[in-house]
């Protein structure tokens, strides 16, 4: 395929130049969310439980039901080391209570998608030769997309609902 | 087909630029041939060098991104997310999540130097730049990285 070929495609695909433009909004927005949700889920601080805090809960958790007892018999659940901070079951709880957070969370996870499947699909595009595997390919990104979006909000929504 | 807007045609410019100067030949013959062929003929210059992991970054990114998704439906069940938290605690998935924060880092930092090179087409700054995202990334992921592993690495050799 001679160069001028390969400029062609560039310059005819519509859906790429939206794809291009969707991942650099996203990028940006994510800048703020992925880093808030670093931050919160991964740093020390109250967002997560400390480790007194989580031996008193996971000693709660043991007179409530055998399978938690079970597990923390068994070291599947393991109590934390001294200073260590733990994410954990109450504290998520505590959070996704407000709107506001389930909105946080929600954009965060539909940004984080669209960017990253975009992204897939562009880069799937880079290597793929045929035109109409390359649009399966951009179908088959879509598609995990929509699954995990649904996924995702289905978690967020219904977290201590049952 | 032409844009209709100014405003799209400049992005629409934009987009061109970046797709010939990030894929070069690949873009002209994809195919994964191509792109290792791409890769060990090319001097790595910097450019190059962001470009990849910029891109292996990305893909990291997303494996991390699915099973992350799948594992938080255990949100549906006390029992079953602090049990998935625990597998997540393990001392190697602490090194994980050092390198997590170390790719997160770059591709943040990566990513503004794409942008900031797109508006102002500075690409004889390219090289400075990429030191600094290079220089800033490092200091994120030492700096997070080191309240990560505290509890695990550190702590206990603490007198
Ligand atoms: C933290 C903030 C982030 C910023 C500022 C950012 C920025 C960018 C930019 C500017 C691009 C180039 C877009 C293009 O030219 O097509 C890009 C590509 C990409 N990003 Fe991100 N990104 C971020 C987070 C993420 C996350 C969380 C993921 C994974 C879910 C991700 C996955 C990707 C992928 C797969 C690509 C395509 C790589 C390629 O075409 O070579 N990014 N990102």
Known sequence: ?162 | MLPVSRFSYHIYRLGMQENIERSGPSRDNPSFRTFLSMISSYRIRAGMAAWLLHRLTGLSLVFYLVIHIMGLRSLGDPAAFELYITTFRNPLFKIAEVMLLGAIAFHAFNGVRILIQDIFFRSERQRILFYAVLALSSIVTLAGGLLIIFPYFIAPFLP
């Not at chain 1, 400029?7 to 519509?14: A, C, H, K, T």
């Not at chain 1, 998608?113 to 109409?132: P, R, T």
Request: glycine share 10%.
């Open chain 1, 1 to 162: 395929m001679s160069s001028e070929h390969g400029l062609q495609r560039i310059y005819s695909s519509r859906s790429g130049q939206l794809g291009w433009l969707m991942r650099r909004i996203t990028g940006v927005g994510l800048l703020f969310f992925v880093g808030l949700h670093f931050w919160i889920q991964h740093m020390p601080n109250g967002f997560l439980a400390t480790a007194e805090e989580y031996n008193e809960i996971i000693k709660g958790f043991e007179k409530i039901t055998p399978e938690f007892a079970d597990a923390i018999a068994k070291g599947k659940i393991r109590e934390a080391l001294p200073g260590e901070h733990v994410i954990t079951y109450d504290k998520v709880l505590e959070r996704l209570h407000t709107p506001l957070w389930k909105t946080v969370d929600i954009t965060l996870l539909l940004f984080a998608l669209l960017h990253g499947m975009l992204g897939m699909a562009n880069v799937l595009g880079d290597y793929i030769q045929n035109a109409s595997l390359r649009k399966v390919a951009v179908i088959f990104c879509w598609a995990v997309i929509l699954f995990l979006a649904t996924q995702g909000i289905v978690t967020v929504m219904t977290v201590g609902t049952n």
